[in-house]
């Protein structure tokens, strides 16, 4: 039998994480404050939300995914909806018929990570194995995509677009894979390239990074388990410590695209911030996990940082140097730089999150289990913080430009948070500029939205 640690699965049921039981269509919501009237499109978040409370057993990471999302316009919050996502589990659960389209493997899921839009369609995205899904811009299932056929395996949660190319990249991996798989898919929505990187052990990649000449890859070591699998883990990646822990270097273009590889020291990396080329070195920042985690039991001692890598193919080394040293996650940047240098960067402290992922030796101090938002200005190493009431569950934090030709930072940072009082979420609006002053506007939604994973910000073209 496998000494494998179990999961105590009650806190990602409980408090702000516990799924809410309905899908709700509101119009026309109250807004504290003034939105702004530039802002012209659609808040879209994801996140697992379970249908029922009779399966304890189930990893907070495999709920069925829910998206909530908020129609702004003329200054006015024109609807909330939240729906989940129709997989056949899930369509058939509600008493509906599934919509029905390709499977991967066998792995169909309802796309719980993220949700992004590319050549004007929507897409609720996962990893290991499964297809995205494909929704209305009103949040109704249209069916899983492959694009067009033109993907060969599965997809990832997490991928970057190139503004300039309007490539999307993503990597995708899956257990029974030799290798993981960069994928291109072009503006006409379908792939327009892919390159299979070979690696030992099926590691997880849950994100990576782009710069204009480079995939960034992630090759750390939590890997697929067997004997996980096998002792009933129902996400059965481990820490493996036999794992060389490695960044890679993939040549976005050229008929040669062979990965170089650089050691690093032990550690997990659910996310980076973003990356880029500075002369012929790549700088990487990440939220860093240091030492082992295990992803099946969410079990790392941490701490969790944000970091900068810095590789420099010159020497083959990469040095590490420490950003912030508050235990933070879902890094993001205005995403009109990304893949080049950003000056900016936010992110979420969120109590909750830090207590349920990281078990900290005494080195945690009061205020990490603060809920705040985090805005680094990372060319004078200053961070400003937004903080929130105790139980305000403020989750990630995305940016939305004032224009779309605009400088960097110049816009606003949304979230969906908490408001204990009324026990109902608020999606608020920070001035990014203005960061630490109160929001511009507070969006009052009608119902609680759990803590969940990723989002996008979704204008209007
Ligand atoms: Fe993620």
Not at 143 to 169: I, S
Not at 358 to 374: I, K, P, R
């Amino acid at each position: 039998m496998t000494d494998h640690p179990t999961l105590d699965r009650s806190p990602f049921l409980q408090g702000p994480y516990a799924p809410v039981t309905e899908e709700i269509t509101a119009f026309d919501l109250p807004v504290t404050g003034t939105l702004p009237a530039e802002l012209d499109g659609r808040y879209l978040r994801n996140g697992p939300n379970p249908l029922g409370l009779d399966d304890p057993g189930s990893h907070w990471f495999l709920g069925a995914g829910m998206v909530h999302g908020v129609r702004l316009r003329n200054g006015r919050a024109e609807w909330y909806r939240n729906r989940w996502v129709r997989s056949r589990h899930v369509a058939e659960a509600l008493g509906e018929k599934w919509p029905g389209g390709p499977v991967h493997a066998g792995m169909d899921f309802a796309a719980n990570t993220h949700v992004i839009a590319h050549g004007g369609r929507t897409l609720a995205t996962v990893e290991a194995g499964a297809l995205p899904y494909e929704l209305t811009e009103e949040l109704d299932t249209v069916g899983p995509c492959d694009f067009d056929g033109t993907l060969p395996g599965g997809y990832a949660a997490h991928t970057k677009l190139d503004r300039r190319t309007r490539e999307l990249h993503a990597v995708a991996y899956f257990w029974a894979w030799d290798h993981v798989q960069h994928v291109v898919v072009g503006p006409d929505v379908q792939v327009s390239g892919t390159a299979d990187v070979p690696v030992a052990d099926g590691p997880m990649m849950h994100d990576f990074a782009l710069t204009e000449r480079y995939v960034v890859l992630l090759d750390l070591p939590v890997t697929f388990s067997m004997a996980a699998a096998a002792a009933g883990a129902q996400l059965p990646y481990t820490w493996n410590p036999s794992h060389q822990p490695r960044i890679g270097l993939l040549p976005r273009n050229g008929t040669t695209r062979v990965v170089r590889w650089f050691e690093v020291d032990p550690c997990w990396v659910f996310h980076t911030l973003n990356a880029y080329d500075d002369g012929d070195r790549v700088v990487v920042d990440v939220c860093r996990y240091e030492g082992s985690y295990d992803l099946s039991a969410l079990i790392g001692k941490g701490p969790l940082t944000l970091d900068r890598w810095t590789v420099d193919p010159t020497t083959g080394t990469v040095n590490q140097q420490r950003l912030d040293d508050r235990p933070q996650e879902f890094p993001r940047v205005d995403e009109r730089v990304l893949s080049r240098p950003h000056r900016y960067g936010y992110s979420a402290v969120t109590g909750e999150v830090s207590h349920a992922t990281v078990q900290m030796d005494g080195t945690f101090q009061d205020a990490a289990f603060a809920d705040a938002l985090l805005k680094h200005d990372l060319a004078t190493g200053t961070v400003e913080t937004h903080r929130f009431p105790g139980d305000a569950a403020v989750g990630e934090a995305v940016f939305a430009p004032s224009a779309s030709d605009g400088a960097e930072d110049d816009g606003y940072v949304m979230a969906f948070v908490h408001d204990p009082e009324r026990g109902a979420a608020d999606l608020v609006i920070l001035s990014a500029q203005d960061f630490t002053s109160a929001p511009v506007a507070r969006v009052h939604l009608p119902k609680r939205v759990p803590l969940g994973f990723h989002g996008s910000w979704i204008a209007d073209q």
